[in-house]
């Protein structure tokens, strides 16, 4: 099982920016998919983004296309997300996640996953 550790979270007016980044600890990180989840008070978990074993594939949720960006550098073991132009919608506390993939994999499912981190918590004020 591999550990994750989320960062970067705060508070930003609506229209900055944001760097989350998440820290994976184990030897075979480069086995692993990683995806962004966030939930909102009162909601479900939903999907973010995710990203495949090479960094060549990524996949996004509608709400966040053209926003977000997620990236991974194997080196570091650490995947982050880029995220800017955000909005009020987007306050939730954001988790990281990991399942090991195929090379091309970029689930979008809670189910997908296995491994979690504790969540960092981004507020947009509007």
């Known amino acids: 099982q591999v550990q994750l550790v989320e960062s970067g979270g705060g508070l930003v007016q609506a229209g900055g920016s944001l760097r989350l980044s998440c820290t994976a600890s184990?030897?075979?990180?480069?086995?692993?998919?990683m995806g962004w989840f966030r939930q909102a008070p009162g909601k479900e978990r939903e999907f973010v983004a995710s990203?495949?074993?090479?960094?060549?594939?990524?996949g996004y949720a509608d709400s966040v296309k053209g926003r977000f960006t997620i990236s991974r550098d194997n080196t570091k073991n650490t995947v982050y997300l880029q995220m800017n132009r955000l909005v009020a919608e987007d306050t939730a506390v954001y988790y990281c996640?990991?399942?090991?993939?195929?090379?091309?994999?970029?689930?979008?499912?809670?189910?997908?996953?296995?491994?979690w981190g504790q969540g960092t918590q981004v507020t947009v004020s509007s």
């Open positions: 996640a990991a399942r090991v993939g195929s090379y091309y994999d970029t689930p979008d499912s809670v189910a997908d996953f296995g491994s």
């Open positions: 990203i495949s074993r090479s960094g060549g594939a990524t």
């Open positions: 184990g030897r075979t990180y480069t086995t692993y998919v």
